[in-house]
């Protein structure tokens, strides 16, 4: 039922829902990032405060310059990309004015999961991202440790356990490191793939962490 799942959350999407899906961390909640309405929604679901930003996740590196302004060597973007690592980039004037409208930047997501990245090439825009969970309670590795939220989504896609549930480890999202700065690196939440992350920026890169 592959194929119907990527149909049926599609649909859901298409029609300004919100839709669980598992990715390469932790489970999230997805919408399309250029529906305002939508993108309230996810506001309301996470009781999130609105200058909280989201993320926006896109199945290929390709799309990533529609909607972002890079600054950084493509092979860098490859280098990390798919994988658990947000990039925080300038936004381009594509990008849906009502998301994150207080900010000029804005995060990149690209999972390493095939279902997240198949849903993602299958909407014609970015998709909207966040963690599957209220604000400032723990993140969510398992469909049933949010059920507190499944009635107000429209589906909910069960890719099984992400990780070792048992690991605080496996709970920590993807790392978020700040690149819209030429030449320099800030990290914004340390995660899951922090120092492999680093290493790449600083050794093969040469960029230096902003003071």
Do not use: M
Request: net charge neutral; glycine share 8%.
């Amino acid at each position: 039922g592959w194929s119907e799942a990527v149909a049926a959350a599609v649909s859901a999407l298409r029609a300004g829902g919100l839709v669980a899906v598992p990715t390469d961390t932790v489970y999230g909640v997805a919408c399309l990032a250029q529906d305002s309405g939508a993108v309230r929604s996810i506001y309301s679901l996470k009781g999130r405060n609105g200058r909280k930003p989201l993320a926006i996740c896109l199945g290929d590196v390709e799309q990533l310059y529609r909607y972002c302004q890079v600054n950084v060597p493509d092979q860098l973007l490859r280098d990390l990309l798919p994988g658990p690592v947000t990039l925080v980039l300038n936004r381009s004037e594509e990008l849906n004015k009502d998301l994150n409208p207080f900010t000029s930047l804005v995060g990149v997501r690209i999972p390493n999961h095939p279902f997240i990245r198949e849903l993602a090439r299958a909407c014609s825009g970015p998709l909207a991202l966040t963690s599957a969970n209220i604000s400032c309670q723990a993140s969510t590795l398992t469909v049933s440790e949010f059920k507190d939220l499944w009635p107000q989504l429209s589906l909910v896609i069960d890719g099984g356990p992400i990780g070792d549930v048992q690991s605080p480890e496996c709970r920590l999202g993807s790392t978020v490191v700040d690149l819209s700065v030429s030449g320099k690196f800030t990290i914004i939440r340390p995660g899951c793939a922090l120092a492999s992350t680093v290493e790449i920026l600083r050794q093969k890169y040469g960029l230096v962490p902003e003071s």
